[in-house]
């Protein structure tokens, strides 16, 4: 299985502020890595697919960039809608994998 | 419009089964792979297998291959995940979600989530 490991578990951030996420794969994946955001009691929602491709209807602050086994989701103007969780998901294999997420929160 | 509406929350007791349902609305799932994830209390999203309704054929994840059981009705445009051998730990948030009409590999779609609990 590849094994996708999110850093930090938890990011505390003033709104304004710019982050960046990230994602490692456990072996080389391309940009086959996608991210979702997860708000309290909802279902996920796609943010960017293949590493840095944007979604139509997601806010331009939101981009990926990475390729390989490294990736990372960049939020410029961190705003308060975006206090939520954020996870990576592979699909280079057949048996996708989700990673363990990263919590946005208000610092 | 694409929805997925999945069947309400459940109660099962430690060793029967329980069996979900998720009905789509707004496409053939003929045309498509459908996905099961699950979410425990407090915890991370992991994804538990899919199923392509047109033939039946099914992958799973590892750790769910005895665990859940996936299946399709292409009359009523429904999926199904069946668990079974209920467990504590079996307590979750289940999803089904089902991917952009032209590209298999990343979700576009997602049911609301059914919340099974186990208990005696």
């Known amino acids: 299985n590849i094994v996708l490991t999110q850093s930090p578990a938890t990011l505390s951030v003033t709104p304004g502020e710019s982050v960046s996420l990230s994602c490692r794969a456990s072996q080389s994946i391309s940009t086959s890595i996608h991210w979702y955001q997860q708000k309290s009691n909802e279902s996920p929602r796609l943010l960017i697919k293949?590493?840095?491709q944007s979604i139509s209807g997601i806010p331009s602050r939101f981009s990926g960039s990475g390729s390989g086994t490294d990736f990372t989701l960049s939020i410029n103007r961190v705003e308060s809608e975006d206090f939520s969780i954020y996870y990576c998901q592979q699909s280079y294999s057949s048996l996708f994998t989700f990673g363990s997420g990263t919590k946005l929160e208000i610092k | 419009e694409v929805q997925l509406q999945q069947s309400g929350a459940e109660l099962g007791k430690p060793g029967t089964s329980v069996k979900l349902s998720c009905k789509v609305s707004g496409y053939n799932i003929r045309n498509t792979y459908m996905h099961w994830v699950n979410q425990r209390p407090g915890k991370g999203l992991e994804w538990i297998g899919r199923?392509?309704?047109?033939?039946?054929?099914?992958i799973y994840a590892e750790k769910f291959k005895s665990k859940a059981t996936l299946t399709a009705d292409t009359s009523s445009n429904t999926a199904y995940m069946q668990l079974s051998q209920l467990k504590s730990d079996d307590t979750a948030i289940y999803f089904c979600?089902?991917?952009?009409?032209?590209?298999?590999?990343?979700?576009?779609?997602w049911g609301q989530g059914t919340l099974v609990t186990v208990s005696s």
């Open positions: 293949y590493a840095s």
């Open positions: 199923i392509d309704p047109a033939n039946g054929n099914t």
């Open positions: 979600a089902m991917p952009s009409n032209w590209d298999p590999n990343w979700f576009a779609y």
